[in-house]
């Protein structure tokens, strides 16, 4: 169940992940900063955005629905600060309680907000298939080890959130060991 929530959070990473000007890079027509205005996206403070990173998951949005024409906006940053400490930040802003989940068992209909555990090798090799078609050719033979994450479902006005330390990061084909945040609009 556990690498079940952590693919289905990698997918749902790549779904969320373009625009409808796909071969255009976001520096291009918009910045990170106006993006993060116009779509009410909370950026936990001093969080450095990920272009390379986010240009991509908004590639494999055209991979996962090759019928679309566009995708909700999207935005992937990354912090020092704790999991923790980036995660009562969202809960703050969110009004949201967080429920801890170390098993990833939700018996029920899941929280608005959880912490979820996971495993970098096997999320790599679940979204293997969707890499090749997009021509990625990161080596996930170093994607190893545990992560924590959280997930704070969307409010009318505000973007899903998913955190996730460390992460892979398959621009540079390392294991970083700082805090994820993914911002879907949706």
Known sequence: MNRSLAVLGLIVLLL??????????????????VQARAF???????ARFLERQTEMLRQAHFVLQPAATEAPPMALYDTDAPLEKV???????????IAQNQANDF??????AYYFVGDLAASGNEIKPILEKMKVTADLTR????????YFAPQVHL???SLQRPYFDLVESKVVDRTQVVL???
């Open 107 to 112: 018996k029920s209909v899941k929280p608005s």
């Open 40 to 46: 009410n996206f909370q950026i936990y403070p001093g």
């Open 16 to 33: 969320a992940a373009c625009r409808k000007e796909k071969s255009q890079p976001l520096s291009q027509y918009e910045s990170a900063e």
């Open 184 to 186: 879907v609009k949706e």
């Open 143 to 150: 994607s190893t080890g545990a992560f924590r994450g959280a």
């Open 159 to 161: 973007p899903r959130v």
């Open 87 to 97: 995660a009562e930040f969202y809960a703050q802003k969110y009004g949201y309680q």
